[in-house]
């Protein structure tokens, strides 16, 4: 098995850790498959080196059952971090921010109070959204009650779910070792997805589902319909995904503004108004 390093000399403190821990607590019996974790330091993290395979059906198909039994590991509380991260971080290495962690009894105190108000605060810190987005941030948070569908327990997140991070690889033999998520569960063609680059916490399993959708993942219909199978979703899922979709793409307004922060407003405009 190769190592895999990602080095930042100037990593903020825990940055690395956090990412490790994520990795760890994620790695449930059942669950996904998780990039394993070999070593860490405070301007490094060694992950076992994983190759590429295409993505197919059957294993889009083992990952929404897999999604399913990872979400349902839980959660102590909305907004909890992973056992042993320091410090909560959302986005690219060169440029991470940071994420507002606690301990919230629901998710629409969470959402509010740990992602979009404060992350239309970095917004404002540096100078791509203003005043008029924080207001239209404060109407959507005072809707979030009547947005969010029926109430859930915490879920145990990966926490930025985009396709980027669900790398695919020919599965581990038998007798090669892995993580908890390789129990011996069917993968019919021997290609299985492996989970990269979390930002774990607890929060509501749609968010996950919905960060798959942002950007597109192959077999993405796949995936949902194994997923549901698994452990059915609330009814109107499909109305809230842009909800869960809100705070990454407040996210990319922030680190790359352009067409992001336009796409931001519209959506925010949308929500307050639905």
């Not at 080095?7 to 403190?13: E, G, I, T, V, W």
């Not at 056992?83 to 105190?109: E, I, Q, S």
């Not at 404060?118 to 005043?131: A, I, K, S």
Request: proline letters at 7%; charged letters at 25%; a negative charge.
């Amino acid at each position: 098995m190769g190592t895999f390093r990602k080095a930042r000399a100037d990593a903020p403190a825990g940055f690395f850790e956090t990412e490790a821990a994520g990795l760890r607590w994620l790695d449930v019996v059942g669950g996904p498959r998780v990039a394993r974790v070999l070593g860490t330091g405070p301007t490094h993290l060694d992950l076992e080196r994983i190759g590429s395979a295409a993505p197919t059906r059957a294993a889009a198909r083992d990952l929404g059952r897999r999604l399913a039994t990872m979400h349902d590991a839980g959660a102590p509380a909305f907004g909890v971090l992973a056992p042993g991260a320091r410090r909560g971080f959302f986005g690219p290495l060169d440029d991470p921010l940071v994420l507002v962690d606690g301990a919230f009894d629901d998710w629409p105190t969470f959402y509010a109070q740990a992602r979009l108000r404060p992350v239309v605060e970095q917004g404002r810190d540096r100078g791509v959204l203003d005043r008029d987005d924080a207001a239209a941030v404060d109407a959507v948070c005072a809707r979030l009650g009547a947005l969010a569908g029926p109430a859930e327990p915490p879920s145990r997140l990966h926490g930025d779910l985009w396709s980027g991070n669900v790398m695919w690889t020919r599965a581990a033999a038998p007798d090669a070792g892995g993580s908890a998520g390789d129990d011996g569960g069917d993968e019919p063609d021997g290609v299985a997805a492996v989970l990269v680059d979390p930002a774990a916490h607890g929060g509501h399993r749609e968010a996950d589902l919905a960060m798959l959708a942002l950007f597109g993942a192959p077999h993405l219909e796949v995936i949902l319909a194994a997923y549901d199978e698994t452990h059915p979703l609330a009814p109107g899922w499909r109305d809230r995904v842009d909800l869960h979709q809100l705070y990454p793409l407040a996210v990319h307004a922030v680190l790359f503004g352009g067409g992001y922060v336009d796409q931001v407003r519209r959506l925010l405009e949308s929500l307050a108004h639905r």
